[in-house]
Every structure is written in structure tokens, then in C-alpha cells.
């Protein structure tokens, strides 16, 4: 089962098994938007669209997800809004120019698509020089041994995550990005919030 049809059986359920568990998380991650005026916001992978209520006035954001019916439901969060566009697309593939956002959301989609290589690739495509990618997700740390979770990947890695990313990797074959922030979220550090910066001005 392909994960577009895996996200769409899970879409009504979505927000209940996740929401509680990162609600905390996603707010403080989004809170560095605050002084992000008149920026152009990429979300990428919005799913259900919980980051909404967290965004701040001021941006112009963009939400895509591979799955319409995770689209569905983020519209619902968007009542009343006309700073927030959503449209279907692939991380993997993203749908627009090279250098169009200021910003970039990678909430929780980097350890889901399946080429997590190329997502993160084509985001530091899309990012604007000196614009930045905010990422909250989790990750194995290079070295570590994490028996459990790279056994658990090989069944949960066709319904809905992977749980054996390494991030080190995958920034290492993104030339233009710089690491400027690595902080642990939960569950003593596998979840990281990470913030790079794209090179130039």
C-alpha cells in the first residue's frame, strides 16, 4: 500500500492519534515565526493542516500534502483565512521555482516520505538565499545503534513513518544549507527541533 492511500484511510483519525502528543511541540517550533512580515511560507506536507492554528499573521503561507484527504480536512482549519493557500503536492517533487520561499515547514515529513533525501533536496531547491528550514521530526543519531527502531521501520515504513532516518546524512549531500540549530523535542532527543539556513544573501 503506497502512503497516499495509507494517509488517506488515516486521515479521519489523524489529529486524534497525533495532536495531544505534538501540539506543545509544533507551537514553540512555529513561534520563531513572529518577525517572518510579508514572508512567503512553505508548509510542506500540512496533512490535516494542525500547524494552522499556530501560524502567525503577517506571512503568506503555502500547505501542500500528497494526500487529498488530509488536504480536506486542513481546509477546515483555515476558515476565516486568506493568508493560506493549500494545493496538492510532492515533497519529493515540489511544484514550484526554484528560490520562491523565505521560509520552509517540515513538520513531521522528512522521516515519512520515502526518499527523505530528495525532499529535503528539493526544499533547499525552493528556499530563497539566506531563508531558512524548520524541521521537527525524528531521528536516529549517526552511530546509534537503535536496534527497535530500525526493526519497527521495516513494518511501519509502508503505512505511515519511518523511524530509522539519520538527518546527518542527508544534510551532508545539501551543500547550500547550514545547520544553525539542534535541539531535542521528546522522547530524550529522537524527536529534534532543527533549523538550517540556505547560503547566500
Given amino acids: 500500500m503506497s502512503l497516499k492511500h495509507s494517509y488517506t484511510f488515516l486521515a479521519p483519525v489523524y489529529d486524534y492519534l497525533?495532536?495531544?502528543t505534538f501540539a506543545d511541540l509544533r507551537r514553540k517550533n512555529l513561534s520563531r515565526l513572529q518577525q517572518a512580515e510579508n514572508e512567503d511560507i512553505l508548509l510542506t506536507g500540512i496533512g490535516t493542516g494542525l500547524d494552522i492554528p499556530w501560524l502567525p499573521s503577517g506571512p503568506r503561507y503555502t500547505g501542500i500534502d500528497l494526500t487529498p484527504a488530509m488536504l480536506a480536512r486542513a481546509r477546515k482549519q483555515i476558515a476565516g483565512r486568506k493568508d493560506i493557500a493549500l494545493k496538492v503536492g510532492d515533497?519529493?517533487?515540489?511544484?514550484?521555482?526554484?528560490?520562491?520561499f523565505d521560509t520552509i515547514i517540515m513538520h513531521l515529513i522528512l522521516a515519512v516520505v520515502p526518499n527523505s533525501q530528495r525532499a529535503l533536496q528539493e526544499a533547499q531547491r525552493v528556499l530563497r538565499p539566506g531563508g531558512r528550514i524548520l524541521i521537527l521530526d525524528k531521528f536516529i543519531r549517526p552511530g546509534q545503534l537503535a536496534l527497535s527502531r530500525r526493526l519497527l521501520s521495516i513494518f511501519l515504513r509502508h503505512i505511515a513513518t519511518r523511524t530509522d532516518v539519520v538527518f546527518e546524512p542527508l544534510l551532508a549531500q545539501c551543500s547550500q544549507l547550514t545547520l544553525i540549530r539542534d535541539e531535542p523535542a521528546l522522547a530524550k532527543g529522537w524527536f529534534r527541533y532543527i533549523e538550517l539556513q540556505k547560503n547566500g544573501t
Fill in 18 to 20: 497525533v495532536e495531544s
Fill in 91 to 100: 515533497a519529493m517533487q515540489l511544484p514550484f521555482a526554484d528560490e520562491h
